[in-house]
T-cell receptor, first 112, second 111 residues
């Protein structure tokens, strides 16, 4: 699975949009981009994933560049409860495997 | 209803003991996993099962033995516990390319 690069930490003001970048320049054509987050002392939580097109759900939006070498997770109106470590992961779509390889992630601190 | 549940939430035990952690998912997923998160907060996959069949074993010591009695359950048995086994263990499940759901973790402390 392709490696990802994320900034180690970011700050965001409460109520503002949080834009979390991720580089995955070696991504293959059959690899999806996944985002998870881990709030302190909890299990990782799935946020969103995509292959080529931009995606949006009730939690966030995922913007993938046309060359698929990078992506941005957008939390449109960050709250204090969004403070967490955010992980960007790429993996092959497989019905039998699909192991997630977690990197160091980005620690997002939402400030009042 | 909790989608992925693990028991116990906390486990404190002495070196050399044998212990088990249980995991159940009610999502109907085919694939289940065990992850380990150490003190440095790195999450590493240990095992993956698909329809009760082992498909991933990430060079985990054979003191760790996963058991999947059915596709809704994946238990982790650990023999001869060592200090270095202290960590938070997470169970997860997924279906095809959809996102994985994680349990709340079991904090294992070996003293």
């Amino acid at each position: 699975d392709a490696k990802t690069t994320q900034p180690p930490s970011m700050d965001c003001a409460e109520g503002r949009a949080a834009n979390l970048p991720c580089n995955h320049s070696t991504i293959s054509g059959n690899e999806y981009v996944y985002w998870y987050r881990q709030i302190h002392s909890q299990g990782p939580q799935y946020i969103i994933h995509g292959l080529k097109n931009n995606e949006t759900n009730e939690m966030a939006s995922l913007i993938i560049t046309e060359d698929r070498k990078s992506s941005t997770l957008i939390l449109p109106h960050a709250t204090l409860r969004d403070t967490a470590v955010y992980y960007c992961i790429v993996r092959v779509d497989s019905s039998n495997s699909g192991k997630l390889i977690f990197g160091q992630g980005t620690t997002l601190q939402v400030k009042p | 209803d909790t989608a992925v549940s693990q028991t116990p939430k906390y486990l404190v035990t002495q070196m050399g003991n044998d212990k088990s952690i249980k995991c159940e998912q009610n999502l109907g997923h085919d694939t289940m996993y065990w992850y380990k998160q150490d003190s440095k907060k790195f999450l590493k996959i240990m095992f993956s099962y698909n329809n009760k069949e082992l498909i991933i074993n990430e060079t985990v010591p054979n003191r760790f033995s996963p058991k999947s009695p059915d596709k809704a359950h994946l238990n982790l048995h650990i023999n001869s516990l060592e200090l270095g086994d202290s960590a938070v263990y997470f169970c997860a499940s997924s279906q095809a390319q959809r996102g994985a759901f994680f349990g709340q973790g079991t904090r294992l402390t070996v003293v």
